[in-house]
């Protein structure tokens, strides 16, 4: 199959591609399609870009050792994405596990205690990089939980759907802690809105 | 993507989110992908071949072979030697066991006698036989005291012999 052929293919047929004769080129072009938005997801759940980088080549050292693991069944983004995720998850654990103290407790229904950033000015506000920043701090601070689902919706723009297929809950579920991580989110990012 | 259901109430957060930076993998990822999943079957090719041939395993696993095979030959050499007394039968001694054979052909010759069958060959012919051949044991390194009697008593011996032995066989040895 040829370069171009391969390029016009979708992700389940490249995946099928790589599973029948082990093209590799068909790999290659599907971590050209899903490195960028791997680093994004993980980044976003993360806030560690070293280790955001570490977790998306594992995913992708996986899917390549585990090809054959993948069922036609299922979309390849939403098979990628839940190995992207198990790993964010694992070595968010991790790191929790590590950390002495913590304000924010780990749970769906606990509720968080932290306190609006208001350490910036509204001049400085102005520049998307600082409010990028502050954006990070806030998703960081609501729990692993909705902060998950939130960035693979208004992130990544993933379909309630595929988010259900992904954290393995169902799609009302998705969709009510979306809002709730949201809502926690509103309430520390108060100080852009005012502006 | 986004479905048109979407909250209202969180417009402007969802707006936010939407809005910010995209990041992007660096332009060596792919170069440092290829290279580690190649390190990696390297690897699995190395452990494969190390779990036989290397040293570092191989030493171990002999000497703790050796050491099983030592530890069985030893156990072995010690059931072979050792026996549980509970466990094995006593020692019977050959002489008792023709003196009862001797007792209980006896009883079945006195028996038959008494019923008034003719029986008399068997106590006349096996078993005075088998009393002159095996009743007497033989007495030599037996550890219990001796006494030697003098011609005189060895003939009133006899005397008291004959006349238990007349007793015994009744009017028939007569």
């Known amino acids: 199959m040829t370069e171009r052929n391969l390029n016009e293919l979708s992700d389940e047929e490249l995946i099928l591609e790589f599973q029948k004769n082990s093209t590799i080129r068909a790999f290659e072009i599907l971590v050209q399609r899903y490195k960028n938005p791997l680093v994004n997801y993980v980044f976003r759940f993360l806030g560690d870009y070293e280790a955001c980088m570490d977790i998306v080549q594992e995913t992708m050292i996986k899917v390549f050792r585990n090809k054959d693991s993948y069922k036609s069944i299922a979309k390849f983004s939403t098979w990628i994405y839940t190995i992207a995720g198990n790993l964010a998850r694992t070595e968010y654990q991790r790191r929790r596990r590590r950390s002495i103290f913590s304000l924010n407790a780990y749970g769906e229904d606990e509720e968080t205690f932290e306190i609006p950033d208001e350490s910036y000015r509204p001049d400085q506000l102005a520049d998307s990089g600082i409010k990028d920043e502050i954006i990070q701090k806030a998703l960081l601070k609501i729990s692993p939980v909705y902060r998950d689902m939130v960035v693979l919706r208004d992130i990544q723009e993933l379909s309630y759907e595929e988010i259900a297929e992904i954290t393995g809950v169902n799609v009302g579920t998705v969709k009510s802690r979306i809002n709730r991580g949201r809502a926690q989110l509103q309430k520390l990012l108060k100080n852009i809105y005012k502006e | ?174």
């Open chain 2, 1 to 174: 993507m986004h479905e048109n259901g979407d909250n209202m109430m969180f417009k402007e957060i969802t707006r936010t989110l939407g809005s910010l930076q995209k990041l992007k993998a660096p332009s060596d990822f792919e170069a440092n992908l290829m290279r580690k999943i190649n390190s990696l079957s390297e690897e699995r090719t190395l452990t494969f071949i190390e779990r036989f041939l290397s040293p570092s395993r191989l030493i171990p696993s002999t000497a703790l072979a050796a050491a099983a095979v030592i530890i069985l030959f030893m156990f072995n050499l010690q059931t072979e030697d050792s026996e549980n007394p509970l466990m094995t039968d006593p020692r019977v001694r050959e002489d008792f066991i023709l003196a009862d054979e001797v007792a209980l052909k006896t009883e079945s010759g006195l028996a038959a006698q008494r019923n008034g069958s003719d029986s008399s060959n068997l106590l006349s012919g096996d078993l005075t036989r088998v009393r002159n051949e095996d009743l007497f044991i033989n007495k030599t390194g037996l550890n219990f005291r001796q006494i030697y009697l003098t011609e005189g008593e060895k003939e009133q011996l006899y005397k008291l012999k004959q006349k238990i032995k007349s007793l015994w066989n009744g009017p028939a040895v007569k």
